[in-house]
């Protein structure tokens, strides 16, 4: 989690910083499930799940049914990678924030984004949802 305002001594001057990090964060995302959907497509119709006598282009409606599978477990995997990308670890930058009030309101934006990432990890539809609400959470209260 971005911990703006703990480590700043004047205020905003980690934004550029935040906003790269985020920007990062999409930029991958969007990069892998490019990737991954490409290499779907050049070996799709060789598995049993997702065979070409069901989803192959010789196939009324296989095309659409594949993509629309495709879909529903991008999507079912986006959830995952929300929620699992939580972890509980011990932050060695939150530990240096000299001030004890600062550093709490920051583990405290870190935790609450935790929790919602863990509890409503569906309502994360897509990579600008996640980032949209990171970036809100990392905003100073």
């Not at 509980?88 to 009030?101: G, Q, S, T, W, Y």
């Not at 600008?128 to 905003?139: G, M, P, Q, R, S």
Request: with cysteine; net charge negative; aromatic share 8%.
């Amino acid at each position: 989690m971005l911990e703006a305002g703990g480590h700043e001594t004047v205020k905003g001057e980690r934004q550029a910083q935040i906003d790269w990090l985020l920007q990062t964060a999409k930029s991958f995302y969007v990069e892998f499930e490019k990737r991954f959907l490409a290499l779907w497509e050049a070996h799709s119709g060789n598995g049993d799940l997702y065979c070409a006598a069901i989803m192959g282009p010789d196939v009324a409606g296989g095309p659409s049914a594949q993509k629309h599978s495709q879909q529903c477990y991008m999507k079912r995997m986006f959830g995952d990678i929300v929620g699992f990308s939580v972890g509980i670890a011990h932050v060695a930058d939150m530990d240096k924030i000299p001030d004890l009030d600062t550093r709490a309101a920051c583990e405290l934006r870190c935790l609450r984004f935790g929790r919602r990432q863990l509890v409503e990890s569906l309502s994360f539809t897509d990579i600008e949802t996640l980032v949209n609400a990171a970036a809100e959470a990392a905003k100073p209260n």
